[in-house]
């Protein structure tokens, strides 16, 4: 009886940690659909014509089409990059782990206004065009170190004799891991894909030092139309 109590408020505890956590995100669902120019909660009334000057303007189509394009990017450069890092940070000799997982995790200590300055400055000294590839390579850089993260806590609870097993009985690095591996990640696998897509498409700033006003992201569009 006093575990299910326990295990009861539990759940409970869960559930409004979660919905104080999401409701407020979700105030801009009404808001989007406003007829009010300004943010006024709640609205006075409700229209879809704000998605239609959106979607009529061929400026902010080009400007989603442009972040969706670099978010994908970013997720097929950063999630198998993140996945074998993770996988070499769970195999590889203790000694060499932490100096690995710091040189990792490097991205995630320099503020993105100082890495985006700094990729300026060098696209300036190298004399390089900046354009979306850079975008999605800094990108990935941002990415990964999330993605690792993620599959490391992953690859923690992974357990290394289904692997053994796999060689044993004859299949090849390449089959273990998308027979074996991959599909018992697999939740992990989807939520890292997620949050390198979320990471690239919410990044603003260093995509505003590399392309601009020429071909802005929907971020940088945003940004722009509010300045």
Same mark, same amino acid.
């Given at each position: ?42 609205? =006075? ?71 985006? #300055? ?64 991959? =599909?018992?990640? #697999? ?35 945003? #940004?722009?139309?509010?300045?």
């Amino acid at each position: 009886m006093k575990r299910q109590l326990l295990r009861s408020t539990r759940i409970a505890y869960s559930v409004v940690l979660i919905l104080f956590l999401v409701l407020p995100s979700l105030v801009v669902v009404p808001l989007a659909f406003s007829t009010s120019q300004f943010l006024q909660f709640p609205p =006075p009334g409700y229209s879809t014509g704000w998605f239609r000057e959106f979607f009529n303007d061929p400026d902010w189509v080009g400007a989603l089409e442009r972040s969706v394009i670099v978010a994908i990017f970013t997720a097929v450069i950063s999630v198998p990059l993140g996945f074998a890092a993770a996988w070499w940070l769970i195999r590889a000799p203790s000694r060499l782990k932490r100096p690995l997982e710091t040189f990792l995790l490097l991205p995630m200590m320099i503020p993105v206004v100082v890495f985006g #300055f700094g990729l300026y400055v060098l696209t300036l000294k190298l004399n390089f065009q900046g354009g979306l590839p850079v975008v999605v390579l800094s990108h990935a850089v941002l990415a990964t170190p999330l993605v690792v993260l993620t599959l490391t806590a992953a690859l923690r609870t992974f357990d290394f004799r289904l692997v053994n097993a796999s060689r044993i009985c004859g299949a090849g690095v390449g089959r273990t891991v998308t027979s074996v591996v991959l =599909p018992i990640i #697999f939740p992990a696998l989807g939520a890292a894909t997620l949050i390198a897509l979320m990471t690239s498409l919410d990044e603003a700033v260093i995509a505003t030092f590399i392309v601009g006003d020429t071909t802005p992201t929907l971020p940088v569009a945003m #940004f722009n139309s509010i300045t």
